[in-house]
């Protein structure tokens, strides 16, 4: 559906969009992550048409619309300000596309009235923005791109302007309105939870390129750098020396007293350093030893509580320090408390390794 | 966006001012009192008055001023002398404004959308003129615009014309006087509503399919009206009033309202009738401005 071959866009000296290549599938709900500043607006901005790439192309259902102007593309935003009309009413704002493009009459208040009903915005029409809540907002930003019916739908941070109760209720929302259409969204936010909720895949961004293009799942599991495992959710990052290979795993040393087994991975390192990455809550914490691979005693230094869960600080004796995560499941469960000494367990399938990511 | 959040108390702009509101406005209500309302009291009595000989003001109450200007003093017939002078000065101020819209709206929005550190600058441009008394810019324009000026004296070189053209005393001069004098005017009020204008909402009316001129149409211009409102007002409300620049690049052979009200005042010394004319002038304004507020708010 939409296709960016090798964009670059540079601001005068600086680069804010380097060789990136992008295809999304139609229907797809795509969400772009990463940082402010990382140049996933800029991206967005190059399919919507307010930017022009300095290098590459962009592809919308196989037409090169590189060149053509926003108004000339069947694409559109929402903005993150919302951008509504002020001088117009709710219904005005919302038919406003439709009335570009010269529909007739009864076709603009069939799709108005449809589109009102799908937003839940029945009722509002005569409303100017001013009176509306920073939800209704949103729903009529939304309802205005949709209702024009284009080929991608584009939404810059749309929901950063909204607590977090109301945002929870977009994304679900969001997430049903696309279903439901069969329209491909891109979305752009910097909120790992939103694009973790949302996305059909992520393309985690940084720095100008794209880290990482990947489903939700996979993204979280397998990171293939320290940015983008450190960026989406928590993750221990350690330095790690490759010692050999072990019926099908790879024994590799963190520390003097630590070798652990893991996965041999597809993109092998070349170099014996390397850089892992373990999640926090796939680190099983046991007060007696487990008879497993991958054992080592550690610590508990701090204990955090976080609510549905603890976080620890873990130390072990050579002095790594880890973090883990442990769910206060219930009262009968044993609980680790600061300074007690636990057995840590680390599947060899938990251990990720991840490339230092572009600096 | 303001607006009252809990209580019954009205939003900010709706409530009733108190004694200390009062008390700042009233340097203001002051000043209008007394140059204003007094002065408009004054020449609303005068032009009810008559004079004699020496020019002094006979308190002795008739319509005779109003009646001089739309009947011919000496057959009793209705005349059209003084109603051609204020139908000229609509004209020229009317063009002026015009002319002030066309060329001002786009210095105001290039002004508004250029980066920030060079808005002040740009704005100190336009204000540059402001530094000279505006007689002396009028009698530079003079020199640039007479027969043995600079610019016939160039197009004559250049050998485009042979004989000089006759730009001074000319109407076309007047509203040139009358345009230069008072763009800034327009441009600095059309600015300020430009530069208010969010940029997302140019963006999101291109985004939904309006080529510049739509959204030129239906969200820029519909957006920035106040200022355009206020830019109008404050170029056409000077300008039709405006004597000393149709005086000097006029050359007083087809006078506006203005030449002829000073010369009522300062060379025939008939105070009342001038008044008459002031007083006549502001009541047209008044309905042109009741009749065009009622029609935009009936839409």
């Known amino acids: ?359 | 966006m303001q607006t009252a959040i809990g209580s019954g108390e009205l939003p900010v702009g709706q409530r009733r001012p108190g004694f200390l509101g009062w008390l700042l406005i009233a340097p203001m209500l002051l000043w209008l009192l007394l140059f204003v309302v007094a002065p408009a009291a004054i020449l609303l009595v005068y032009s009810f008055c008559q004079r004699d000989e020496l020019g002094q003001v006979i308190y002795d109450f008739s319509l005779e001023n109003y009646r001089r200007i739309f009947f011919d003093s000496e057959t009793g017939k209705f005349g059209t002398s003084y109603i051609t002078v204020f139908i000229r000065s609509v004209i020229y101020a009317g063009l002026t404004t015009a002319i002030c819209a066309v060329a001002g709206y786009p210095v105001a929005w290039f002004i508004g959308r250029a980066p920030e550190r060079w808005r002040n600058r740009l704005l100190m441009l336009v204000m540059v003129p402001f530094w000279t008394s505006f007689l002396v810019r009028t009698y530079a324009w003079m020199t640039i615009l007479a027969n043995e000026g600079l610019l016939n004296a160039f197009l004559q070189y250049t050998r485009i014309i042979s004989e000089p053209f006759d730009m001074l005393y000319t109407p076309g001069a007047i509203v040139l006087g009358l345009t230069y004098a008072y763009l800034p005017f327009f441009i600095l009020p059309v600015y300020g509503s430009v530069e208010k204008l969010e940029p997302s909402l140019v963006e999101a009316a291109l985004d939904l399919g309006a080529g510049p001129l739509r959204a030129f149409q239906r969200v820029i211009l519909p957006l920035t009206y106040p200022g355009v409102v206020a830019g109008v007002l404050l170029v056409f409300v000077p300008a039709i009033g405006m004597f000393a620049i149709a005086q000097l690049m006029g050359g007083g052979v087809d006078p506006t309202i203005g030449e002829v009200i000073q010369n009522q005042f300062l060379a025939a010394r008939d105070w009342p009738f001038g008044a008459a004319l002031g007083m006549t002038l502001v009541v047209l304004f008044t309905a042109a401005f009741w009749i065009a507020s009622g029609r935009r708010a009936a839409t």
């Open chain 1, 1 to 359: 559906m939409v296709e960016l071959r090798s964009i670059t866009k540079r601001f005068g000296a600086f680069t804010a969009v380097d060789q990136v290549n992008l295809h999304i599938a139609a229907g797809e709900f795509l969400t772009l992550l990463g940082p402010s500043g990382c140049g996933k607006t800029t991206l967005l901005r190059m399919i919507s048409g307010f930017e022009t790439p300095t290098e590459g192309s962009i592809h919308l259902d196989r037409e090169d619309v590189t060149h053509l102007p926003p108004y000339r593309r069947n694409v559109n935003q929402v903005f993150q300000s919302y951008a509504l009309f002020p001088h117009l009413t709710v219904a005005d704002n919302i038919a406003f596309g439709l009335r570009m493009q010269r529909l007739p009459k009864n076709e603009i208040a069939q799709r108005l009235k449809d589109v009102t009903d799908l937003v839940s915005l029945a009722g509002m029409e005569s409303h100017k923005p001013a009176q509306l809540s920073g939800g209704q907002r949103q729903r009529v930003a939304l309802a205005r791109a949709i209702v024009c019916r284009p080929k991608v739908l584009l939404l810059d941070e749309p929901l950063s302007a909204l607590d977090a109760k109301l945002r929870h209720a977009m994304q679900l929302e969001l997430k049903r309105v696309q279903r439901t259409l069969g329209i491909t969204f891109v979305f752009v936010t910097h909120d790992q939870n939103e694009a973790l909720t949302m996305s059909d895949r992520i393309a985690v961004v940084n720095k100008g390129r794209i880290e990482q293009l990947a489903t939700a799942s996979e993204i979280y599991h397998a990171p293939r750098t320290t940015f983008v495992a450190n960026f989406i959710g928590k993750a221990n990052l350690l330095p790690a020396t490759r010692l050999g290979e072990e019926d099908g795993l790879m024994r590799v040393r963190l520390a003097a007293d630590l070798e652990l087994l893991m996965e041999t991975a597809p993109q092998q390192p070349s170099a014996a350093e390397m850089m892992l990455s373990i999640r926090p809550e796939k680190i099983h914490l046991q007060k007696t030893r487990p008879s497993a691979a991958n054992v080592f005693e550690a610590c508990v230094e701090e204990e955090i509580f976080r609510g549905a869960m603890d976080e620890l600080t873990l130390k072990t004796a050579s002095g790594l320090t880890l973090t883990a995560i442990l769910a206060n499941e219930s009262a009968t469960q044993e609980s680790v408390h600061q300074g007690e000494k636990v057995f840590c367990c680390i599947h060899p399938s938990d251990i990720v390794l991840v490339r230092a990511g572009v600096m």
